[in-house]
């Protein structure tokens, strides 16, 4: 398929925050990378996606260095390219720990070397010179808290990246960085990914409160429908293409409640 340069991004009715306490508008919707681009969704089949998303006012796009082991952040960056997207117009995260599949120990995790190292990395796979946010993609309690809020600022301060931010961290995690922060004069996260659904819900709405308030800490959030499983479709199984551990692991905690919801909906609409 060919594509028309697209005009100047145009809002269309989609809705902007502030990431945080930052300065960064992005949109309430985004399109990540996760499962599917690099791996079961062909590269033009991303490209039509990114478009489709694009024209409806989407700004914000997110991948990591483990998304297909690298694979989805290659897909992204081509199809940016071949969009012939303008790159100040899109906001663009990426996160690093788990590496791409490779077992040497120094190509994972949230050491100043992998940090470093995976940024540089994952840009030259997106064909960019800087991300908006580059996340850590979980906590390492085997690096001490002030090399890895050290080496990500370095990272902000070579242009690499504008903020920093978290994912899958716990309040006690976010606080010992901020305090970290506050001592040596550098800047924390600005931004926490948990995942957030219906059967998730402590961390956003009670063990982050202090920090939304007190830090001004912003919030992306991953699986918000389970992995889909709460939009009622797998109510009767999952297809075995899709049937991903995580999926599986999912399923048998959501599944039966999924299910009864679902039927308590069509009990009441039936009475309705």
Not at 145 to 157: C, L
Request: proline fraction near 5%; include cysteine; hydrophobic fraction near 35%.
């Amino acid at each position: 398929m060919s594509y028309d340069a697209p005009a100047s991004f145009k809002p269309r009715d989609m809705k902007f925050r502030n990431m945080g306490k930052t300065g960064l508008k992005v949109s309430v919707f985004s399109y990540g990378g996760w499962l599917t681009v690099g791996g079961s969704v062909a590269s033009e089949t991303t490209k039509d996606l990114i478009k489709c998303a694009w024209d409806h006012g989407v700004n914000l796009f997110d991948n990591a260095e483990a998304y297909s082991k690298g694979n989805s952040e290659i897909d992204m960056g081509k199809a940016f390219k071949d969009l012939g997207l303008k790159r100040e117009e899109l906001v663009i995260t990426t996160k690093i720990f788990f590496g791409t599949g490779r077992e040497d120990p120094n190509q994972r995790g949230l050491s100043r070397k992998h940090l470093i190292e995976g940024t540089r990395a994952s840009l030259k796979r997106m064909q960019l010179d800087y991300v908006d946010i580059v996340y850590a993609h979980r906590p390492d309690p085997s690096v001490p808290m002030e090399e890895i809020v050290r080496a990500f600022n370095w990272i902000i301060d070579q242009g690499w990246a504008f903020y920093w931010g978290t994912s899958e961290w716990e309040a006690h995690q976010l606080k010992e960085a901020y305090a970290i922060a506050d001592k040596l004069g550098l800047v924390g996260p600005a931004v926490e990914q948990p995942q957030y659904n219906l059967f998730h819900r402590q961390k956003c709405e009670s063990d982050f409160v202090p920090l939304f308030e007190e830090r001004g800490l912003g919030t992306t959030i991953w699986s918000p429908l389970a992995s889909g499983l709460l939009t009622g479709k797998y109510n009767d199984g999952i297809p075995e293409p899709l049937a991903t551990p995580t999926m599986q692991t999912s399923s048998r905690t959501v599944l039966p409640r999924s299910r009864r919801m679902t039927a308590r909906q069509s009990s009441t609409r039936s009475a309705s």
